[in-house]
């Protein structure tokens, strides 16, 4: 299985939005709402800031939300704040009943 | 609430095996799947693999031939077992639950760096 595709870096001013693409195929990301998002800051564990495309876990900022259209998920950050500066994953179930991960975008509040 | 806990060598020989288990506190080991998933020094996360309390694994197809996941439900833990690693097996591992039926990974351990060096 390939990894899911997400671009290399976003950036934004504060108080801006962002949006994070993650390209995968109609054996993961196309084939199920089982696409979810991780939040990871330096040297610390992922936490998950989207599952199921576009629920939020308690305690996450509704300035996050997931969309998705046939192959590509995606993430958005309204109101860009200096703390959302981190790498973000996306994750997928597939068809083959595994997971894949994305590439990782590294996101920079200017 | 759930927490989880990794544990293991730090450091493994090269064509030796990686062996780590996860301890989980706050949950019942028989109520979800569990996961390992690792991340090389400056890279992306790459899954492993998963188990249910009945013992049905499944693997990342790219490691399935090295990779072995078991679980104790006496003691709540869950292992890995990795063989003939080499460097390219360097890399923070981490436990995580697979939450409910959302297939989502959380919560997660905080992380374990397994070095593989001759």
């Known amino acids: 299985q390939s990894a899911l595709t997400q671009p290399a870096s976003v950036s934004g001013s504060p108080g801006q939005s962002i949006t994070i693409s993650c390209t995968g195929t109609?054996?993961?990301?196309?084939?199920?709402?089982?696409v979810s998002w991780y939040q990871q800051h330096p040297d610390k564990a992922p936490k998950v800031m989207i599952y199921?495309?576009?629920k939020r876990p308690s305690g996450v900022s509704n300035r996050f939300s997931g969309s998705k259209s046939g192959n590509t998920a995606s993430l958005t950050i309204s109101g860009l704040q200096a703390e959302d500066e981190a790498e973000y994953y996306c994750?997928?179930?597939?068809?083959?009943?595994?997971?894949?991960f994305g590439t990782g975008t590294k996101v920079t509040v200017l | 609430q759930v927490q989880l806990q990794e544990s293991g060598p730090g450091l493994v020989k090269t064509s030796e095996t990686l062996s780590l288990t996860c301890t989980v506190s706050?949950?019942?080991?028989?109520?979800?799947?569990w996961t390992w998933i690792r991340q090389p020094p400056g890279k992306g996360l790459e899954w492993i693999g998963y188990?249910?309390?009945?013992?049905?694994?499944n693997y990342n197809p790219s490691l399935r031939s090295r990779v072995t996941i078991s679980i104790d439900t006496s003691k709540n833990q869950f292992s890995l077992r990795l063989t003939a690693v080499t460097a390219a097996d360097t890399a923070v591992y981490y436990c995580?639950?697979?939450?409910?039926?959302?297939?989502?990974?959380?919560?997660w351990g905080q992380g374990m760096l397994v070095t593989v060096s001759s």
């Open positions: 995580a639950s697979v939450a409910g039926g959302s297939r989502r990974f959380d919560p």
């Open positions: 706050g949950a019942s080991i028989t109520n979800y799947f």
């Open positions: 188990i249910y309390y009945t013992g049905n694994t």
């Open positions: 109609s054996s993961d990301v196309g084939a199920y709402n089982y």
């Open positions: 199921d495309v576009s």
């Open positions: 994750s997928s179930f597939t068809s083959s009943n595994t997971y894949v």
